[in-house]
Structure formats: C-alpha cells, structure tokens
C-alpha cells in the first residue's frame, strides 16, 4: 500500500530550517517523526538559518511500492506513489533527500535533479560516496538515538531548486540556499554521547 506522511509544524506557525524527503520502505508513526525532528532541531542544526526565532525541520516521507519493469528494463512504481512523488518533485517544498532505493537515486541523477556536492561544499567531501551524495552510515548523525530507523545505506543527498518552464523561481532558489545551510549541518555534525543521554 502507498503511505504518505505529511509532517507539517503547523502548531508553531513557522517556516522550517530544513526540508527533507524520505524515499523508502519503512513507514513513521508521528512519535517516530517527531523524535527524528525534534533531535534535528536540537543537536544537529547549528542555528535558526532563516531567522524566524525558532529550528524546525519538516520531514515528508513517501514509501515506493515497485510493480514491475516496462519494455525498456525500467523499473516501475505504483500509480499512487509516482503521481506524488511526481508531485513532489514538480511542485514541493523538499531540498533534501533521504534514499533508500538506488533505482529512484540513479533516476535522479540521470535527470539532472540533484546538485553535485562540489556545488554545494566547494569540493566533494572525504566521506561521500559518490559526486552527488552520502552513505547515512558514514555521517555522524547514524549514531543518535532514534536515527537507527535509516539505513547505513540510505544515501543522504540535494536536489536543484525546482524549476518551471525551464526556470527556477526566486523562492525556489532562496529555499535552496537555506537548506544547503540545514545539510552542511547534517554533514558536519559530531557525535557526543551526552547527545544521546539527553534523550534517555
């Protein structure tokens, strides 16, 4: 079955920091979405990047059900997941990526979707996988309480800033520049154990 969670900060009525899709099989109840945000907000972003007076971070989370392959060896995904990740992709607020399918990765790299980390950092990191993302398991942040649900596999990735007809809104792009702050935190945080101990 297609499961979609929505997790919006709407008691608080403001903008989020970080803008995150998760791309996988496993479904999160809100306790589970609210433990992941909630340690986001308080150990791994450094500051409130867009200024607003509050850290937030909003995570949608969209599960691929695989049907099959077309004529072309091309896999193929169940209508309700591809019309909204679809969506998502066209009209979302989502910068950055949580994947734990490789077939929709190499999608988004052989369209064009995600930037190269050069872009982002200057250069590609020591601890990335590849130009364009990291492996969960080599960021810090696998080590935290309730981070566990993620794979060491999940690669951990940037999309462009969406366009239309060609051309990427102004909104679009400030959105991007203020999640690039939100990943450089993901990247660069350090694991302390009181950051875990926190949460017992």
Do not use: W
């Amino acid at each position: 079955a297609f499961v979609l969670f929505l997790v919006l900060n709407t008691a608080s009525r403001v903008e989020p920091d970080a803008n995150i899709l998760y791309l996988g099989p496993k479904t999160f109840n809100l306790t589970q979405i609210d433990e992941i945000t909630s340690t986001l907000n308080s150990k791994i972003l450094t500051s409130d990047h867009n200024g607003d007076g509050k850290i937030v971070s909003d995570i949608i989370s969209l599960r691929p059900v695989v049907t099959g392959t077309d004529e072309n060896g091309e896999t193929v995904y169940e209508t309700a997941f591809a019309e909204q990740f679809r969506l998502e992709i066209n009209s979302g607020d989502t910068v950055i990526f949580i994947i734990e399918s490789e077939s929709i990765y190499d999608k988004l790299v052989e369209d064009d979707l995600l930037m190269p980390l050069v872009e982002i950092f200057g250069e590609v990191p020591a601890n990335a996988d590849d130009a364009y993302s990291f492996k969960f398991g080599d960021t810090d942040m696998s080590k935290l309480d309730y981070f566990d649900v993620f794979t060491k596999n999940a690669r951990l990735c940037f999309r462009y800033p969406r366009v239309v007809n060609g051309v990427a809104s102004e909104q679009a792009k400030e959105l991007s520049e203020l999640n690039k702050k939100a990943f450089k935190d993901m990247i660069s945080y350090r694991f302390k154990t009181e950051d875990n101990l926190a949460n017992s």
